[in-house]
């Protein structure tokens, strides 16, 4: 056992992770972080294109979303690391009565919840996204706020003011077993040592079940493969994240944005869902997503493909994450089941466990760990996962 007992341990230095460790620290809890990997964000992190919004179907989603968006877009003021951060919008774009009904049924939700989010006519859409096909544009979103940065630039900045902030972090470290006395977590065990503390944050990313089973707890999260790609820079073009959430063969949706350096990075979610953790590249992704984005946007066919990526979406039955207590043991916590939006939800996410660990959580953020609570019925879907 170290010979000092810490505050918290938060396992994983992911998307979740050092944020969360960040607000520990910042709030003056002594933090230990473990990561197997070598550094970082070297998960499913650094596998994420950046995008960053508050634009989000529930409302516990659009709170912590809303909040790590303020983090994200003002980091550079706050903090002075340049994270390449850009505040383009993001366009839903409609081509049909189904998606623009959708639409517009999200918008009472997220009005409800003060987002400044807008439809616009066709027009006013293509004078936002000029490239953008006419035939048959019924309009869209346009959510001016949401952006996004360089998830690797975030996360290195974010680790480093956590250090700053007092936090002590251990790569190549593999979390094995959970210590438990009396129905109470007293520590971790890794393969090279062991670590006291009275809290401990599951921030395991696609690992959170086999986390979760070391208390013998059951956490619903699988992984999920999605791969991404990256252009060569080209001269800017295009503000804001355009994302098509119509149906084709393979897959359920795509979006895309061009990045402050002038590259176009994509993504694309798989139907059905393929399951697994093998992280290598497929064949088969940019023949599908480059179909796609040319029908979408034509003039990307001149856009060339530097290379493509795989990585894993932590998933849970319903889309939303899984954010609350243990029901196995007390001072343990579950913040995981990010799915597609880890990245842009760990800022508000890190907070809300910080206030959770000290007790002095919110009626708002009680609401919040209502609707993402571990042991919630799994009903439904989430509309924008
Ligand atoms: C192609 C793609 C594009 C995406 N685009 C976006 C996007 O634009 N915006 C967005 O918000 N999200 C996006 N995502 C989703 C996002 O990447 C995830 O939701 C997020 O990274 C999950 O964060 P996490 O901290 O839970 O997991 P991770 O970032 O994977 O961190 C978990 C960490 O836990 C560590 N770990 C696991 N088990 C152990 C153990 N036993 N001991 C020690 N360490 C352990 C791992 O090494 C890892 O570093 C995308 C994902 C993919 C694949």
């Given at each position: 056992m170290s010979d000092r007992p810490y505050d918290v341990i938060v396992i994983g230095a992911g998307s979740v992770g050092v944020p969360t460790a960040h607000a520990l620290a910042s709030a003056g809890l002594d933090t230990l972080v473990l990561d197997e990997r070598a550094s970082p964000g070297q998960g499913a992190n650094k596998a994420a294109i950046g995008g960053v919004r508050a634009t989000h179907a529930l409302g516990a989603k659009i709170r912590l979303g809303r909040r790590s968006l303020e983090v994200f877009s003002t980091w550079d003021e706050v903090h002075g690391d340049d994270i390449e951060w850009l505040s383009g919008g993001y366009v839903f774009v409609a081509y049909r009565h189904e998606e623009e009904a959708a639409f517009r049924r999200l918008l009472l939700v997220q009005h409800r919840h003060g987002l400044p989010i807008d439809w616009l006519d066709a027009e006013a859409l293509l004078r936002v996204a000029p490239d953008l096909v006419r035939e048959g544009l019924r309009g869209g979103t346009l959510s001016p706020d949401d952006g996004h940065c360089s998830t690797l630039l975030a996360s290195h900045a974010m680790f480093e003011a956590a250090k700053r902030a007092g936090a002590t972090f251990r790569f190549g470290e593999q979390v094995t077993a959970i210590e438990v006395e009396r129905g109470r977590v007293r520590g971790v065990r890794t393969d090279r040592g062991r670590y006291a503390a009275p809290s401990v944050v599951n921030a395991a990313g696609a690992g959170a079940a086999r986390i979760a089973g070391l208390v013998g707890e059951r956490v619903d999260v699988r992984p999920d493969m999605h791969e991404a790609g990256i252009t060569e820079p080209v001269a800017p073009f295009l503000g804001p994240m355009v994302v098509d959430v119509r149906p084709a063969p393979g897959s359920a949706n795509f979006y895309f944005y061009q990045a402050r350096g002038g590259q176009v990075i994509f993504c694309l979610t798989p139907s059905p869902p393929l399951w697994g953790d093998d992280t290598r590249e497929t064949s088969a992704f940019l023949p599908m997503i480059a179909r796609r984005m040319v029908s979408l946007?034509?003039?990307?066919?001149h856009a060339r493909v530097r290379r493509t990526w795989r990585g894993l979406y932590p998933m849970t039955p319903d889309g939303s994450p899984l954010v609350g207590w243990s029901a196995a043991c007390d001072g343990f916590v579950h913040a995981v089941?990010?799915?597609?939006?880890g990245f842009m939800l760990g800022p508000g996410v890190g907070e809300l466990i910080t206030r959770m660990v000290r007790a002095e959580t919110t009626l708002e953020d009680d609401d919040t760990l209502s609707a993402l609570s571990p042991q919630r019925p799994f009903v439904g879907q989430e509309v924008l996962r």
């Open positions: 946007m034509p003039r990307l066919a089941g990010m799915c597609g939006q």
